[in-house]
């Protein structure tokens, strides 16, 4: 508790000191691509990871402080030709299609006229509990770092192998509540047509890429962008990598694939992105449990996760 007390007191002092507005003058010719993943009921009871499920009252509270100083555009805007804008631009995300990111969050999102990108892994899709959430402890609210090694070398990141080979340490974990479960096919179209998002691809199980051979890796980029092509218009030519993590090898599949990929690397994004890095363009992981204070620093580029 005294440690997170002394950070968001520091965030506090940050903020008071005018931090974030000399980070957004100081990176007022770049941009920052935000990361969420499931946005829960308010007074939803805690389960799972409890870091990707983020209540929907602060959700909103973070759409007000990000549209007070920057522009919202979608992600292919983002990387057209412009103008130098006059504030700094921010890109939304979602990854996984949590169904409370569909019902909750694209309606916050829909209020105060901002697009969204829905990165979704088609093999996960319909009202299932991710393995990470059937992982985490019910005390901590988090899965522990051997587990979760585990399911992500030996399992490969993929929901079927972890839940086969780690479902007893996964014994007695309550029920993932319908909210923070995947969304049906279904619900995903329901959200195409009334909101302004759009769908990229996660691959298609949502594996640990560089644990898989390369034609492996080959068969998730391409199974699931072309699953995706098939059923939404237009999908984007993007990728956001599972986990966030991937190796040049990765890479450069990647770059035969889709036009560019995003990373979880906490950074906010250089002024000018080139062919050579557009396939390793950084996000910032928003956590549940971030304060405003600490959103507000690292839209502004002033601190890193």
Same mark, same amino acid.
């Given at each position: ?48 990871? $409890? ?13 007000? $402080? ?23 631009r921010a890109v ?5 299609a949590y169904r ?93 047509? $009334? ?71 906490? $950074? ?38």
């Amino acid at each position: 508790m005294l440690p997170r007390l002394g950070k968001r007191a520091a965030e506090r002092l940050l903020v008071t000191a005018g931090g974030p507005k000399f980070g957004r003058w100081w990176h007022r010719h770049r941009a920052v691509i935000l990361a969420y993943h499931n946005i829960v009921p308010d007074g939803a009871g805690a389960c799972g990871d $409890r870091s990707l499920h983020l209540p929907r009252a602060r959700f909103a509270e973070q759409l007000d $402080r990000l549209s007070a100083t920057h522009d919202v555009v979608t992600l292919e805007d983002l990387f057209q030709p412009h103008r130098q804008p006059e504030r700094p631009r921010a890109v939304i995300t979602f990854d996984d299609a949590y169904r409370g990111s569909l019902e909750y969050g694209l309606v916050e999102l829909s209020r105060r006229g901002m697009p969204a990108t829905v990165f979704v892994a088609p093999g996960l899709l319909g009202d299932r509990a991710f393995w990470w959430d059937l992982l985490a402890s019910p005390m901590s609210g988090e899965v522990p770092a051997e587990l979760r090694d585990r399911a992500l070398t030996s399992a490969h990141g993929l929901q079927d192998q972890v839940l086969e080979s780690l479902i007893p340490e996964a014994s007695g974990v309550e029920r993932v509540p319908p909210h923070s479960r995947s969304a049906t096919e279904a619900e995903l179209h329901a959200a195409v047509r $009334r909101y302004d998002v759009s769908i990229g691809s996660h691959t298609w199980s949502h594996a640990n890429l560089t644990a898989l051979d390369e034609q492996a890796v080959s068969q998730e980029l391409r199974r699931s962008h072309g699953w995706l092509a098939e059923r939404f218009a237009p999908v984007v030519p993007w990728l956001a990598y599972p986990y966030g993590i991937f190796s040049e090898a990765v890479e450069r599949q990647a770059r035969e694939s889709c036009e560019g990929a995003l990373s979880l690397a906490g $950074r906010i994004v250089p002024a000018s992105v080139g062919p050579e890095d557009r396939h390793r363009v950084p996000r910032i992981n928003i956590p549940a449990g971030m304060s405003l204070d600490g959103f507000e620093l690292r839209i502004s580029g002033v601190v890193r996760p």
